[in-house]
């Protein structure tokens, strides 16, 4: 009896299992872990049906069409087309279904909500602090509710404009409304393009017609299929909705009478600035000027410290102050915040002024390498280049000419790099190269991660070598250039690599973001952190240890000495237990960040290395 009952309850069972789908419980976490997806909840659903594209037909709000309509205006206010601007609505109506209201997981935001971070929120579900705070900062600064649609679409134009987005927005601002791609129209083109490239894309037609390799301001894990037919297919369905309501705005501004918005700016300035004054206020309405005959570089350092300061500070001092040094920038920067931009101008005195402003601006133009919130407006280039046209008889102050000169160089800075952004993923978007390679308190995960799986011989030094997580992370945690012969190596500096590592896991987000020797320097200063041991041998190292080797040293076996500056980190593995750049100083040489064998190890040691050890983070 007993036999034939369970027969009945398994024939039962096997019945039921075939009719009704049944929910699987359990969570694999190996699974997340293994594939790297370091934010996950069992109870999310995707952004949006997979099963919704551009051959199907989606009921609309009358809410979502009003926020489209006011979303494309933005954007074609701005000079973009109608096409371009319906691309960026498909990508925001993917990430928050256009309601600037939307907290991850589907709650609304009442007016007063503080974003919580690692909780996306908002039209582009920004996620993490580092994006979150800026648009609180924005909102108190213009009066705004977090939640107002007109104080997001500010944010996501000074994201757009920082400089980290150059290539896409080359690409948008190309777009017209009648172009086409192959087979892919152009608000199809635009969604794509704002969407950007990643690892994920696949083998898409439209995709590949459209052929934009570069970074953009989503860069999800969404497959390149389903970009096409979710953020893509709303894209050409808003185009069809507005076109005819919506005017495509132009990408003809002429440079010479575009203006930005002035008011989020502080200028703090000398004599020079004095003279331009009205030039400057035409192309930046509503700056606030402080500007002085004769004033000093430390002089501003004061003003700066007890004036309540904007968004953006151009500090245009340096013509009274010869032998500017880097304690100076130092202190600007702790008294601004790193949180606000800063644009330094350089200084210049023409022939016959008795003036060298050489030592100035090589100190300015350093601590653009060196801070990733300074931009560098080159006045003494500019000026330099007809200067008996630009510059007075004085020999230091600008003519006319020279005045609307020097307002341009100001306003040029802005214009392109208006407020620097650091990127940070959202987990329905955003970019997902740094959530899924950036790995908390992990820092040889983080590294492995980050660089290249396979050796990089010299020669691979661009932005293209480098692997799309890192990418992905520098600009966000380590932004910034290194000229060298004309070319951008900062992709392959040793010291920048191990800062984004050791700040993108979160071991130490101070870590000084350049330079070997700089690194050791604080390594040193702070031994309530790091343990350092040096003369380092491969028994004495551990995975996660940072190797640095600075200064003139004599390899062991030899009797020449070398100048050297370098720095790794050693994640243990047998056959590859470091991850390192490389930067070089000749013409076609350098590699940007990899795996590399025991071999490039043994070199460090040979070199008196220095290994420090993290133990308090």
């Known amino acids: 009896m007993r036999k034939r009952l369970f027969v009945i309850v398994c024939l039962i069972v096997f019945i039921l299992s075939a009719i009704i789908p049944l929910r699987v419980l359990a969570i694999d976490t190996g699974f997340y872990s293994e594939s790297d997806i370091l934010f996950y909840s069992p109870d999310a659903v995707d952004c949006i049906d997979a099963s919704q594209s551009s051959q199907t037909t ?266 500017l040094q880097s304690k100076d920038i130092k202190t600007l920067v702790d008294t601004v915040g790193v949180n606000k931009t800063i644009v330094l101008v350089t200084n210049y005195g023409a022939p016959g002024s008795g003036k060298n402003y050489t030592s100035n601006n090589n100190v300015i133009k350093k601590a653009a390498q060196e801070y990733p919130n300074i931009l560098v407006a080159d006045w003494a280039s500019v000026a330099s280049a007809d200067f008996n046209k630009y510059i007075s008889s004085d020999h230091i102050h600008p003519t006319i000419e020279g005045r609307q000169l020097f307002a341009d160089t100001v306003y040029n800075v802005l214009n392109k790099d208006a407020g620097v952004s650091y990127p940070s993923p959202s987990t329905c978007g955003g970019n997902n190269d740094i959530v899924n390679s950036v790995v908390a308190g992990d820092i040889v995960q983080t590294a492995k991660n980050l660089a290249l799986p396979t050796r990089v011989e010299d020669g691979k030094f661009h932005e293209e070598d480098a692997s799309p997580a890192y990418i992905a992370a520098r600009q966000q945690y380590n932004p910034g250039t290194y000229f060298l012969r004309g070319i951008d190596r900062a992709y392959s500096d040793c010291g920048r690599f191990v800062s984004t590592v050791i700040r993108s896991s979160g071991a130490d987000p101070n870590y000084p973001i350049v330079s070997a020797s700089a690194q050791l320097a604080y390594a040193k200063k702070n031994t309530d952190k790091f343990l350092l041991i040096p003369h380092a041998k491969f028994e004495d190292l551990k995975p996660g240890d940072i190797l640095i080797i600075s200064g003139t040293v004599v390899p062991k076996g030899k009797t020449d000495r070398e100048i050297v500056g370098h720095t790794l980190l050693f994640t243990g593995d047998k056959d590859n237990p470091i991850t390192e750049a490389a930067l070089s100083r000749t013409d076609n040489s350098g590699r940007v960040p990899s795996v590399q064998s025991r071999g490039y190890l043994d070199w460090t040691l040979n070199r008196d290395a220095t290994a420090i050890r993290i133990i308090k983070k």
């Open 58 to 323: 989606i009921k609309r709000s009358a809410d979502f069409y009003e926020n489209a309509k006011s979303i494309a205006t933005f954007f074609t206010k701005k000079g973009l087309s109608l096409s371009v601007a319906a691309g960026i609505v498909g990508n925001f109506n993917q990430e928050s279904g256009l309601n600037p209201a939307k907290i991850q997981g589907g709650a609304i935001a009442p007016d007063d909500y503080k974003p919580v971070n690692k909780k996306g929120f908002g039209l582009a579900q920004w996620t993490f602090t580092s994006r979150q705070a800026p648009l609180v900062a924005l909102g108190e600064s213009t009066g705004r509710k977090i939640t107002d649609l007109g104080l997001q679409l500010d944010y996501v134009w000074k994201e757009m404009t920082s400089g980290s987005y150059n290539a896409m927005m080359q690409q948008l601002k190309a777009i017209k409304d009648e172009d086409n791609f192959g087979s892919a129209s152009a608000p199809m083109a635009a969604a794509i393009i704002f969407h950007g490239w990643t690892k994920h894309i696949g083998t898409n037609q439209k995709i590949q017609d459209v052929n934009f390799k570069k970074r953009g301001f989503e860069g999800s894990r969404d497959t390149g299929d389903f970009i096409v037919k979710v953020r893509g297919g709303t894209a050409e369905e808003v185009y069809k909705k507005l076109d005819g309501k919506v005017t495509s705005g132009s990408n003809t501004t002429d440079p010479g009478t575009a203006k930005i918005d002035g008011k989020n700016i502080t200028i703090i300035g000398d004599s020079v600035t004095v003279g331009s004054k009205d030039k400057i206020l035409d192309k930046l309405p509503g700056a606030a000027i402080n500007a002085e005959v004769g004033r000093q570089f430390k002089t501003g350092l004061d003003i700066a410290k007890t004036t309540t300061l904007r968004n953006t500070v151009v500090f245009a001092l340096g013509t009274n102050s010869a032998g």
